[in-house]
């Protein structure tokens, strides 16, 4: 087989001070009639005579005709970042491996006694799991496959109920904490189960953290609402509650529901499925673009030591957390208001509920501007 048809991006390296040549030329209408997307790369496109040379290669038609400098390093993240915007995305191909074999790891985790095995119990349909009023009944985390009503499948991970440490005294429990925390690392999605007549632990606090900072689905839910009996208005005042506490996480599901009586966990299941979704969806790096320049538009980032903070391009790099690679020429001059103004803006315009987006903020220059770095 030879190289190209291995490839998924062809990179044609051109020298921006000789040519282009005839075989530029030979070798560009090869490559546009091999149908693999192909980046032209003007190397030594620095200096006066480098960068008027660069500009001889749109000659060739191809879509991207990139300026860069092999010797000094320049161009090197928007080529990169090129080729990754131009690779069908990997994420995006196993969703759908994913969405054939529907399998989303679940894992329940929350206070002791909070329920976690009798809502499991409820999702298998069956009484599979040891559950009793004492807590710490559960010590290990097992995986349950389960294919909901809908014919969705998860699996379903039982978790061993997180305490504070200070009350840990028993070794065995304690392992059964890291467990519970492995558990939710090998998660898509975590179920973090609060008990309704307990309200919000500092644990639970700790706990989203950690499964958010982990690149975790989060689906709050809010268990036992059976003992509250509660209609609407008590919905409404126990949510107040929760993102009082979770001020930073409200982009999230919440679900009232009952593992004794069943009622709302179907919904629980629908969630955690969207929750899902959302955290692989993919974006385009052209509707992500048009995106920015409004944000940006809107609300441009504010001088720094006298200077012109430019934020230009961006591009979306992976899912599971969705992660956004941003190019600037003030990388480190981006504080935290205006990461989360962005951030606030693309839940706005594109969801995301429940999952961390990730921004990354590099240095890039525009190869297409002398003036950069000024
Ligand atoms: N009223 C009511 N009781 C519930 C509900 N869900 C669970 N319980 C009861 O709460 C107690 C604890 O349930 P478990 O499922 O064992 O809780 P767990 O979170 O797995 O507990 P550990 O494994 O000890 O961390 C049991 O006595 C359950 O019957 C519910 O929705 N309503
Ligand atoms: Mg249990």
């Given at each position: 087989?030879?190289?190209?048809?291995?490839?998924?991006?062809?990179?044609?390296?051109?020298?921006?001070?000789?040519?282009?040549?005839?075989?530029?030329?030979?070798?560009?209408?090869?490559?546009?009639?091999?149908?693999?997307?192909?980046?032209?790369?003007?190397?030594?496109?620095?200096?006066?005579?480098?960068?008027?040379?660069?500009?001889?290669?749109?000659?060739?038609?191809?879509?991207?005709?990139?300026?860069?400098?092999?010797?000094?390093?320049?161009?090197?993240?928007?080529?990169?970042?090129?080729?990754?915007?131009?690779?069908?995305?990997?994420?995006?191909?196993?969703?759908?491996?994913?969405?054939?074999?529907?399998?989303?790891?679940?894992?329940?985790?929350?206070?002791?006694?909070?329920?976690?095995?009798?809502?499991?119990?409820?999702?298998?349909?069956?009484?599979?799991?040891?559950?009793?009023?004492?807590?710490?009944?559960?010590?290990?985390?097992?995986?349950?496959?389960?294919?909901?009503?809908?014919?969705?499948?998860?699996?379903?991970?039982?978790?061993?109920?997180?305490?504070?440490?200070?009350?840990?005294?028993?070794?065995?429990?304690?392992?059964?904490?890291?467990?519970?925390?492995?558990?939710?690392?090998?998660?898509?999605?975590?179920?973090?189960?609060?008990?309704?007549?307990?309200?919000?632990?500092?644990?639970?606090?700790?706990?989203?953290?950690?499964?958010?900072?982990?690149?975790?689905?989060?689906?709050?839910?809010?268990?036992?609402?059976?003992?509250?009996?509660?209609?609407?208005?008590?919905e409404k005042v126990f949510?107040?509650?929760?993102?009082?506490?979770?001020?930073?996480?409200?982009?999230?599901?919440?679900?009232?529901?009952?593992?004794?009586?069943?009622?709302?966990?179907?919904?629980?299941?629908?969630?955690?499925?969207?929750t899902y979704k959302e955290?692989?969806?993919?974006?385009?790096?052209?509707?992500?673009?048009?995106?920015?320049?409004?944000?940006?538009?809107?609300?441009?980032?504010?001088?720094?030591?006298?200077?012109?903070?430019?934020?230009?391009?961006?591009?979306?790099?992976?899912?599971?957390?969705?992660?956004?690679?941003?190019?600037?020429n003030l990388p480190e001059?981006?504080?935290?208001?205006?990461?989360?103004?962005?951030?606030?803006?693309?839940?706005?315009?594109?969801?995301?509920?429940?999952?961390?987006?990730?921004?990354?903020?590099?240095?890039?220059?525009?190869?297409?501007?002398?003036?950069?770095?000024?």
């Open positions: 087989m030879n190289p190209v048809d291995e490839a998924d991006v062809v990179v044609l390296v051109l020298d921006a001070r000789v040519g282009p040549v005839t075989d530029d030329l030979y070798l560009a209408d090869l490559l546009r009639r091999s149908g693999k997307p192909v980046v032209c790369a003007v190397n030594k496109s620095d200096g006066h005579e480098g960068r008027h040379g660069y500009t001889q290669f749109y000659a060739l038609g191809m879509e991207s005709v990139l300026a860069i400098s092999a010797a000094h390093g320049t161009g090197m993240e928007v080529m990169i970042e090129t080729l990754l915007a131009t690779i069908p995305p990997q994420e995006e191909v196993s969703a759908e491996a994913g969405e054939a074999e529907g399998v989303v790891r679940v894992a329940v985790v929350g206070c002791p006694n909070a329920g976690k095995s009798s809502l499991i119990n409820r999702l298998l349909g069956e009484s599979r799991l040891v559950t009793s009023e004492t807590p710490g009944t559960t010590r290990d985390s097992i995986d349950m496959p389960c294919v909901d009503g809908r014919g969705r499948k998860m699996i379903l991970v039982d978790t061993a109920g997180i305490r504070r440490k200070s009350r840990i005294s028993m070794r065995i429990e304690k392992y059964s904490v890291i467990a519970a925390i492995k558990a939710m690392d090998r998660a898509h999605v975590v179920v973090l189960l609060m008990d309704a007549e307990r309200g919000v632990t500092d644990q639970d606090q700790r706990v989203a953290s950690l499964a958010l900072d982990g690149g975790k689905g989060l689906v709050f839910a809010v268990n036992k609402w059976d003992r509250i009996g509660g209609g609407r208005k008590e949510t107040q509650g929760v993102w009082d506490a979770f001020p930073h996480f409200n982009h999230a599901r919440l679900v009232f529901l009952s593992a004794l009586t069943g009622k709302g966990v179907g919904k629980l299941a629908d969630q955690v499925h969207l955290g692989l969806r993919h974006i385009s790096t052209g509707v992500l673009n048009r995106w920015l320049r409004e944000a940006v538009d809107k609300h441009p980032p504010p001088r720094r030591m006298h200077r012109m903070v430019r934020i230009r391009y961006i591009t979306q790099v992976s899912s599971l957390p969705p992660t956004m690679l941003i190019f600037t001059q981006i504080h935290e208001t205006y990461r989360r103004y962005l951030e606030n803006q693309l839940r706005e315009s594109f969801g995301f509920g429940g999952v961390v987006i990730r921004l990354l903020f590099r240095k890039g220059e525009n190869p297409f501007d002398p003036k950069e770095g000024e």
